[in-house]
């Protein structure tokens, strides 16, 4: 089987090395976002996947846009039986998924038609699912609206994480993507129409996401904190005679203490914020500009925190 993978983020890594290591399928070239600046120099930093293709000998395709007429005739000149796409970063227009027979097949986390768009995994955290999933689906050119190919669910832990969720994936989404593809390419596979009707959509995530509410519930904040971490993590603003200063929390959990929504209680060295129900311990934070810390440090050096409140 030969195949053209399209994806850019770390993200989409494993699905790529997975497909590479197949003996029965052949990735004759990855198509990724072109680099982007990082750091503080600035300095041009390849993608996961162009630097996973380099290693190992792929040709790398890494075009602005997927409209123009040349990179169509570029896409079509690899003859491939389809596109596979993890994570590309833009929709592609339908004249591109046209170019292979079997059209373009791709991952996504989620039980479609729930969650279509680009943070289904947070959404799932951050509404407090039990289960999600996992999408194999062909591509059409709407956001995430085409026949599904195969899919499959698993249960959310009650502290699942964005990152131990998005392991999960990798580790049962990759050779899910294998067999489907197989099964599909031998025309074994029947796509079936999504609902439309039981859609929901999510959007990218802001910076101002992680802005924390302390009038919601803390089942709802903790949420949002697992949904949210690494990023963009959760930071409320404490004011502190007439400065404010943004602080991230870096770990958390649910306390059986019970200030009121937003005021910060001290309980044997413990960091406590009231909710709309019960209160949420800060184990660990990191004010704008300064190291992480501990709580016991942190109040160490800002005795003044206790009874504030925050925004």
Known sequence: MKIV????????APFLEALHEDAEISVLAVVSQPDKPAGRGHELKPTATKQFALNNDIEVYQPKSLKRKEVQEKLASYEADAFVVVAYGKIIPQT????????????????????????????????????????????????????ILKQI????????????LQSK????????????????????????????????????????????????????????YRAFMPWPGVWSVWNRSGQEMRIKWLDMKISDKSPAPGVVMVDEGKIIIGTETTGLEIIKLQVQGKPKMDAKTFLNGYQDFEGTTLN
């Open 96 to 147: 591109a998924l046209d170019i292979p027979a079997f059209g373009c097949v791709n991952v996504h986390p989620s039980l479609l038609p729930l969650y279509r768009g680009p943070s289904p995994m947070q959404w799932a955290l951050m509404e407090g699912d039990e289960k999600t999933g996992i999408s194999i689906m062909k591509l059409d050119a709407g956001m995430d609206t085409g026949p």
């Open 169 to 224: 994936v990798h580790t049962k989404g990759a050779p899910l993507l294998i067999e489907t593809l197989k099964g599909y390419l031998a025309e074994k596979i029947e796509p079936v129409v999504q609902d439309d009707e039981r859609a929901t959509l999510t959007r990218l995530l802001t910076k101002e996401d992680g802005h924390l509410d302390w009038s919601q519930t803390s089942e709802a904040l903790f949420a949002r």
């Open 153 to 164: 669910e698993f249960a959310l832990e009650k502290e699942e994480t964005y990152l131990t």
């Open 5 to 12: 993978f399209f994806g850019t983020p770390q993200f989409s």
